[in-house]
């Protein structure tokens, strides 16, 4: 069975560019979830869908981000535009119940 | 306010000798408790999690942990390290009444030599 895919695994921009991520959770979790870990400190949450709605979003540090998960298949987290502070490592989780998550390999943003 | 502490950034451990990686936390309830490991160039792995019962949890690759409610820790424990658990280790928690959001700790890199 597939895992969680993210892709670009890295992507270096501009600040003030724009950069979309996506996420393809493992094939029938309803959950999934936004992560990310900057500058070395903890992995902060982002946000949760269950199935294509926003279940709680009270992560997300600005309106600068926004997510979407049409048809409660594979997901995208958009950064525009994005700023030097938003460098880091974002993760996607998916997950059956929301007990368990699997995690995905990350994606390694770098804001110049 | 809720937090998940893992005091140590990193633990240097001789190949071989029993292997110790701290995390207390301080969420209300009685939180479900989880720990992963990264690798480099990899996502984060499940090793482990708490959820009621035994407070001595088994888990992936040798690794074991022990929730102690009194000290309110999960310290993640291997009685014999390898070269091989080298990796950056992550606990977190997740409140019962939430939908899975986890809360993690900044992570403690261990760092196993032969």
């Known amino acids: 069975e597939a895992g969680v895919t993210q892709f670009p695994s890295h992507s270096v921009i501009e600040k003030g560019q724009t950069v979309t991520l996506r996420c393809d959770p493992i094939?029938?979790?309803?959950?999934l979830y936004w992560y990310r870990r900057v500058m070395g400190k903890e992995i902060k949450f982002l946000l949760h869908?269950?199935?294509?709605?926003?279940?709680?979003e009270s992560g997300m540090p600005n309106n600068r981000f926004l997510a979407e998960r049409t048809g409660g298949t594979y997901s995208t987290l958009k950064v525009q535009p994005a700023e030097l502070e938003d460098s880091g490592v974002y993760f996607c989780?998916?997950?059956?119940?929301?007990?368990?998550?699997?995690f995905g390999p990350g994606t390694r943003l770098t804001v110049l | 306010a809720q937090s998940v502490a893992q005091p140590e950034d990193q633990v240097n451990v001789a190949e071989g000798n029993p292997l110790t990686v701290k995390c207390t936390y301080s969420?209300?309830?009685?939180?479900?408790l989880f720990w992963y490991v990264q690798y480099p160039n990899r996502g984060l792995q499940f090793l482990l999690k708490?959820?009621?019962?035994?407070?001595l949890v088994k888990g992936s690759y040798g690794f074991e942990a022990e929730f102690n409610k009194s000290q309110t820790s999960f310290h993640l424990k291997k009685p014999s390290a390898l070269v091989s658990d080298s990796a950056l280790y992550f606990c977190?928690?997740?409140?019962?009444?939430?939908?899975?959001?986890?809360?993690f700790g900044a992570g403690t890199q261990v760092v196993v030599t032969p």
């Open positions: 977190a928690v997740r409140r019962t009444d939430s939908w899975g959001k986890l809360q």
């Open positions: 989780a998916s997950s059956p119940s929301g007990r368990e998550q699997f």
């Open positions: 094939s029938g979790h309803d959950n």
């Open positions: 969420v209300s309830g009685n939180p479900y």
């Open positions: 708490y959820i009621t019962g035994d407070n």
């Open positions: 869908f269950v199935k294509e709605s926003k279940q709680d």
